[in-house]
Each structure stands twice: as C-alpha cells, then as structure tokens.
C-alpha cells in the first residue's frame, strides 16, 4: 500500500509560478517580483464570510493594490519583499476577477470563487483517488461542476516549520481532473454542493501510511527539543535491522537492478534458468513470507501450459492488485505496466506472444514502502475463451534492488515532519473545517491505538489553535473524521483485545469535543482489503455528519450510538441515542441477517468472569435486548467490537450503522 505513485500523476505538480502583464521595460522588472502564493492561482476558492489575506512577494518597499468584487485594498512589500493584505469578507459566488498590481503590472486571476474551503487530510484511505474508488469512475465522467475545486500538497517534509509550499493548481471537478481528488473529498464535497448551494473547495493534504503523531507540531505534542531526534535514531537502527535481516536470507543487498538494464528485461527472458531462484506463493505481500521491510524492486515468474489451438488466440493474463508499481512480460514479450497499489491488473495478450507448450510470465514489481508484490485479493488467473486456470501458488521469486536508508513509508511517521511542510504552510489561510481520515497506522497493537485518543484531541485543539491563532475554545472550526471501517480476518469467537477496536473507541471519545463529529464506516470495509473502495458511502455519510455539525441543518448525522445499559435477570437492555423512530435491522456486508426471528449480529455478552461468548439480540423498539444461555448474569455487552466485525445489521431510520461500543472498560 504506497502513495509515491499519485504523487507523479500529472495533474500534481508542483504550484505554477502566476503570468503577469508587463507594459514596459521598466515594469518588466517590478512584475518579475510580483507573484502570489502559490493557494492564490486561477480558480482559488476563498472562504466565505471571513476576512481574506492574501498575500505573496514582491519588490522591497512596494506598493501592491488588490481590487476584488469592488473592494480595494492596499500593502507595502516589507525589505525581504513579502506583503499581506486582507480583502473585506464576501458573501459565496463566483466565478469572479482579482486583479493584483504592483509597479505597473497587474496579475489577474480569473475564475474565483467565495463558498466555503474543507482541508481533506490523512493517509492513504483520504488519499485514495477518484479514479480508484467503485463509482469513481461513473462519477467523474459525470463530474461538470467548476465550483467544486481541489488544491494539491504533494508530499513533503521539514524537520522544521515552513512558510512556503509546494501545490496546485486550483483543479475544477470535471472529467479531466475529477479522477485525480481525493475520493472521500470528491463525494464529500459533491454532497455540500448539492446541499448548500455553493462553492466547495477541498485543500487535500495526506500521505499514506502515515502516522498521527507526524500531522502534529511540537507544541501539540508537547515535544522536548531532541525529542525527535531520539525517534530519527530509533529509525536507523530499524533501517540496519532490516538490512541485516534482508543479508541473512539473500546474502548480498543489491543496491540496482541487474534484471532490467538499459531497457532490456534480462530476467523476463523465457529460455533464463530460475532454478535457484527462491519460491513464494502468490498472492500476498512478500513481508508476509519471508522479506519484512523489504522496500526496492522484486521479481516474479511462472509458467503455464497452452495448447497449439488456445495459443493461436488471445489470452487475458489477470493478476490482482499489485502493490506498487509493475511491469508484466509473457514469454519475454511487455504485455502491460501499471502505476499504483490496489488497482487490479488485467492485460491481454495477443497470440503473437503466445507459443504452444512451456509459456513463461514474468513481473517486475516496485515497492516504495509498506506491504509489496502480487498481493491480491482478486482473481490470478489466466482466462483463455471461456476458461479460467487459476495462477495462485508458488511463482519463482528474486529481489532485484533494496531500498536503502529512510523511505517515504518511514519518514512519515516522524513527529511533526509532515505538519512541518504539509500544514505548517496553510496556516492563516480561512477554512470553513477539515475532513480528516486516518489511524490505521495507529492501530497496530492495543496500546498504540489506545493512545490515539490523547493524540487525537491534541491534533484537533492544536490545529484550531494555530489556524487561527486563538484558544481553540474560541475559534473551534469543524473537525470532522471518518472510523475505521472493518479489516482483517473475521473472529470466530469474540476478541478479548482489538487494536482497530481501541482505535475506533479513541476516535468516538474525540466526539466530546465541540463542533467534531465521526462517520461511522464500519460495515462498508473490506476484510481483505485496507483500502476499501466504497468511498461514496463514506463521503455521503461524512457530508451528513458536516450538515448537522457546521451548517445546523437538521439532519440525522449519526447511527445509533450507546446511551446505557441495565440488566433485568439473564437480560441486558442497551439504550441508544440517534434512535428516533426505533431502531432497524437490515443485512449488511452482503450477508443475511441472523435467523430465529431476533436480526442482529455483532453482540457478545459476557458475566464477572469475563467470558465474551456471542449473544443473541432482538430490536424493542429504541433499544435493544441481548442474551445468551451461556450466561445466567450478564455484567458487560460488546457490539462491533473487533478489528473486522461481520454482517452487522443495526441502524436507525436514517439508514445509518450503529457505532461500536463496548459497556466495560476491562
């Protein structure tokens, strides 16, 4: 699971520097100072109903005049050349003019607009594009609505904080760029669109993989000078761990790739003898069989077996998601490359390539941190007219170059680094609230996700306090988040410990804060897959959650959530609220609900003993009774409670999931 590839798509590119009118030679060399910052390009969506600086650099001593919706206003570039002036808040519209002049030259932008400005942040499941997500591909065709527009940060980091940033343009949502957002924000910010009426802009900030700790500042934190460097030197030590690991099991570490040298695909070659090349069964991540930490390049070969009429026809060569970046050849011939994890491969192959008898496939896969290689799920198969021979099991395995030294995947986890560069810089700029999903690298054991809590509310208070530069109780915009939804293999038996569980438990405790709010995603995950592509679901539900939290609609933003429990015999009784109306039961997750007339999966009930065993439950109206034979006296109840509950049924009148919760603090 990578996000290096999204970073090199070409609608990502690093902020254009703005074109200027010049109307003289003297004035030419005023306008060569004269720029914006790089939030401030054709097409900038500038927040509603707030004061408005705008500022950038020019000439030392300067005067810049802005004119903007009849408002004028001007400002002295000071002797570093930077300036700052603040435009008069505006009502929502668009699109407009702003003219910036400076010496003789004006700098206009065109196509502004005035709505209300969302910074979508996270890892990987916020960075996740359109283009990945089930209906992305449908909703970006449809996608014709310049007044819904996305500002991209590529990945960066500081250990110190910066002024400036890399990012833009201003990219409307339309065919051409839609694929492009963030899915979570594009769904999110179609729903305000529709629901508000005015421009939405989403400033999508994330990397995936990354840690909480990284997207907080030092005084967040509360983090001592040298802290971290402490971190930066425990990094190290885990960076030679590898390595020593890596030399154990494959003796040398190859800093390049001897497998494709100046173009030529040497191990792709049919006629090449991998016999003493290691096994490893496909799918799955080779950290998983053997490689932990192995970042860099590996090879993978098989072989299969055509008869002279299959080979005188196409064939369909599927591999799963690859994780993350491939290049596929049959029989020495490139059948297909693809750039990007999760995205299933699937390449056909002309009988040209073909031969009948020995056929030989070969994949060079690139990893730039986390998990690697043919990782599935999803069909591995070779489709040959109506038939599929499945590919799974053991393929020929070779490392062909390690990648040595701090990698993306670990250099985001380092405290403040991201803040430093990927916040740190849009500070002062007026933002309406932040949409944030992330956490799965905080889930990792029950302690880690434990914790998160603790961090969480610094993150909120800490952000709010430093966007505005006031006490966060003061100023508290939206903070806004998606929960963990469901992921790994299914309990059999109910868990004593979860650490996805104690994560979700971390981010509802959060929801004490003012003006926060969860969307509770837990029944639209996938076991197998960490990055579910159900992001319309999330999206809709978190515009839901921000319709009641920032715009006082009066909407139902939540499922039922835990009131209190009392016990009447062998019966537990839980109240919820967000159960106006009585609660429901419908199936979910593709399974049917329970049988016996009751209708609800997810529970387990336990007595003093602590004995989790599953329960029986039946909806009462807003509440709902939980039993089990196996226990005369219930002391505690659990629902949802485990890193990938299953099948679960419980909503309210407003088609949305009860959120997990658990009655004991054992």
Known sequence: MNWYWQARAPAFVAALALAVTLSSGAAAQSSAALQLAPLFTDGVVLQRGAPLPIWGTAAPGATVALSFRGASRTATADAAGSWRATLPPQTAGGPYDLAVTSGGATTTLHDVYVGDVWVASGQSNMEFTLRLASTGAAAAAAAHDPALRQFYLPHAFSPEPRAGLQGGPWNPADPQHAPDFTAVGFFFGRELRSAQKIPIGIIHTSWGGANIETWISAQGQGLAPGAVDSVLAADRKYSEMIQDSLRARIGSVPAVDSGLVDGKAYWADPALDDASWATLRVPGPWEDAGYPGLDGVAWYRTTFELTAAEAAQPVTLALGPIDDDDITWLNGVEVGRTVGYNIP?????????????????????????????????????????????????????????????????????????????????????????????????????????????????????????????????????????????????????????????????????????????????????????????????????????????????????????????????????????????????????????????????????????????????RIEGDHVVVWSDQVAQPVAVRYAWSNSPAGLSLYNRADLPAAPFRTDSW
Do not use: C
């Open 345 to 617: 491969r699937s390449y056909t192959v002309s009988a040209s390539a073909l031969h009948a008898g020995r056929n030989v496939v070969a994949v060079r896969v690139v990893d730039y941190g986390g998990g690697g290689g043919i990782t599935g799920p999803g069909p591995i198969e070779l489709r040959v007219g109506g038939d599929h021979r499945s590919l799974e099991g053991s393929w020929k395995f070779r490392v062909g170059m390690v990648q040595t030294g701090m990698d993306g995947q670990r250099i985001n986890k380092i405290p403040t680094y991201l803040y430093n560069a990927m916040v740190h810089p849009l500070l002062g700029y007026p933002i309406k609230g932040v949409i944030w999903y992330q956490g799965e690298s905080n889930a990792n054991n029950d302690q880690q996700a434990q914790a998160y809590a603790a961090l969480m509310r610094e993150l909120v208070t800490s952000w709010r306090r430093e966007w505005t530069g006031e006490p966060s109780s003061l100023q508290p915009f939206p903070f806004l988040w998606v929960q963990l939804p469901n992921f790994g293999p299914v309990d059999t038996v109910p868990p004593v410990t979860a650490g996805w569980a104690y994560l979700r438990e971390s981010q509802t405790a959060t929801t004490t804060l003012p003006k926060t709010g969860q969307a509770v995603a837990i029944d639209v995950g996938n076991p197998l897959n960490i990055h579910p592509t159900d992001k319309e679901t999330v999206g809709r539900r978190l515009a839901l959650v921000a319709r009641k939290v920032a715009y006082g609609e009066k909407v139902e933003g939540s499922g039922p959530t835990y009131r209190r429990m009392t016990v009447n015999g062998s019966r537990a009784m839980i109240e919820f609220d967000h159960a106006a109306g009585g609660l429901v039961s419908k199936s979910a997750g593709g399974l049917p609900v329970k049988a016996a007339g009751d209708g609800l999966n997810g529970f387990a009930i336990a007595g003093a003993d602590r004995r989790w065993v599953w329960a029986n439950a």
